[in-house]
């Protein structure tokens, strides 16, 4: 399948759309069975204890799979998550940003699923794993 968006038209929209925050993700790798986004992590994105929270988590695999999803049908800014079961495996290393490996797995004209992977920067651990829906809005 051929790419609708590449990664700077990715970015560009992540700005457009999602400026609040964009700039705490930045695609790294684009194919047509998937991407890895990492997360920039910061202070706030950090729970008690030094370790990425579990909302950072999330919102870095719904992103993903948003962005896997944007990257094959096009800037389609009202596709929404309709379901996400997440497991949480280990404690992300501390100090280090958070990769998202994400593919999809099915991409229908209404309904989009796939899986996320997520590691922290140098380890091949996985930290969490993740299952998400989206619904894609009819094309007008």
Avoid: W
């Avoid at 700039?23 to 992590?41: N, S, Y």
């Avoid at 719904?62 to 990257?71: F, N, Q, T």
């Avoid at 490996?101 to 651990?125: F, H, I, M, Q, Y």
């Amino acid at each position: 399948m051929t790419l609708a968006m590449d990664i700077p038209a990715l970015h560009v929209f992540m700005r457009q759309a999602f400026p609040q925050v964009a700039d705490d993700f930045c695609v790294d790798r684009l194919e047509p069975d998937g991407l890895t986004v990492r997360m920039l992590i910061a202070d706030r994105h950090l729970r008690p204890g030094g370790t990425v929270s579990g909302p950072s988590m999330f919102a870095l695999a719904d992103v993903s799979i948003y962005l896997a999803i944007l990257s094959r049908i096009g800037p389609v800014a009202l596709a929404v998550t309709t379901n996400c079961s997440i497991d949480f495996m280990r404690k992300p290393e501390s100090g280090r940003d958070l990769f998202a490996e994400a593919r999809l797995l099915k991409l229908g004209r209404t309904l989009a699923v796939g899986d996320v992977l997520l590691r922290s920067d140098g380890s091949d651990a996985i930290v969490a794993r993740a299952g998400l829906t989206y619904s894609i809005p009819p094309k007008v």
